[in-house]
C-alpha cells in the first residue's frame, strides 16, 4: 500500500531534551516536505527537499533541522524544543513538487 | 499576504451539491488553482486542480471563471463523510510548497 509513515504519532517532551521524528514514503517520490499545523494558523512549512541531499526552508524553519540521505525518508530534528513547538506534524511526499502531495497521518507533540 | 480568500464555514445537506468559492484575484499566469481537504486531524487529501479549464474527478468537479479572479469547487452529492476544512491553494505547477491558509470549514448536515 502506498503511504506515508511518521513516528512516533504521539509524543510528550520537556523542554530542551532534543527528538527526532520520522518520515518514510514507499513511492519513489523525489519530492518530501514537513509542515506543522495550529490552531487559527492552519498548515505552514517547515522545510521541504527535492531530492536527495537537496533541502530548502519553508516559512517556518526556525528550531528545526532536516537531513534527505536517502530518498525514502526525510527525518525532522528538534535539536532543542521549546513549549512553541507544541503542535500537530505533518510530513509530505510527492513526485517532483507536483501537483498532488500524499500527507502522513501526523505527529501531535507536547513540549513542557 | 494571502493569495485566496474562502469563506471561513459552509454548511451542505447531505444528497445536495455542495458549492465551495474561492476569491484569488491576483493569479498568476502560470499558478494553478489546487484544491485540498482535511477531514478532523488526517492528513490533508488532494482532491483536483486546473489551470482555466473546468475539471472533473471522480471526487468533484473545478469551475474557473474566464478572468480566472475566482473558482468554485463543486462536490456533487455531499456525504457526511465530506464534512472537513476544504483549502483552496494557487501555486505554479510544478512549485516547491503549498501555502495552506484558513480553509473554508463544511458540515454535511443529515
Known amino acids: 500500500e502506498a503511504q506515508v509513515t511518521q513516528n512516533p504519532r504521539y509524543l510528550i517532551t520537556v523542554t530542551g531534551k532534543k527528538l527526532t521524528v520520522t518520515c518514510s514514503q514507499n513511492m519513489n517520490h523525489e519530492y518530501m516536505s514537513w509542515y506543522r499545523q495550529d490552531p487559527g494558523l492552519g498548515l505552514r512549512q517547515i522545510y521541504y527537499s527535492m531530492n536527495v541531499e537537496v533541502t530548502d526552508k519553508g516559512d517556518v524553519p526556525e528550531g528545526y533541522k532536516v537531513s534527505r540521505k536517502e530518498k525514502r525518508n526525510f527525518p525532522l530534528i528538534l535539536e532543542s524544543p521549546s513549549p512553541n513547538q507544541t503542535s500537530l506534524y505533518f510530513c509530505?511526499?510527492?513526485?517532483?513538487?507536483?501537483?498532488?502531495?500524499?500527507f502522513g497521518p501526523g505527529t501531535r507533540l507536547t513540549v513542557t | 499576504d494571502a493569495k485566496t480568500t474562502q469563506p471561513p464555514s459552509m454548511d451542505c445537506a447531505e444528497g445536495r451539491a455542495a458549492n465551495l468559492p474561492c476569491n484569488h484575484s491576483?493569479?498568476?499566469?502560470?499558478?494553478?488553482v489546487y484544491w485540498y481537504r482535511q477531514i478532523h486531524s488526517q492528513g490533508p487529501q488532494y482532491i483536483i486542480h486546473g489551470l482555466k479549464n473546468n475539471e472533473t474527478n471522480e471526487m468533484a468537479s473545478l469551475i474557473i471563471t474566464e478572468d480566472r479572479k475566482s473558482s468554485t469547487l463543486i462536490l456533487p452529492h455531499a456525504t457526511l463523510r465530506d464534512t472537513a476544512v476544504y483549502y483552496c491553494?494557487?501555486?505554479?505547477?510544478?512549485?516547491?510548497?503549498?501555502?495552506f491558509g484558513p480553509g473554508t470549514r463544511l458540515s454535511v448536515l443529515p
Open positions: 491553494i494557487v501555486r505554479p505547477e510544478y512549485g516547491q510548497n503549498f501555502v
Open positions: 509530505a511526499s510527492g513526485v517532483g513538487g507536483s501537483y498532488e502531495q500524499y
Open positions: 491576483t493569479i498568476s499566469g502560470n499558478e494553478y
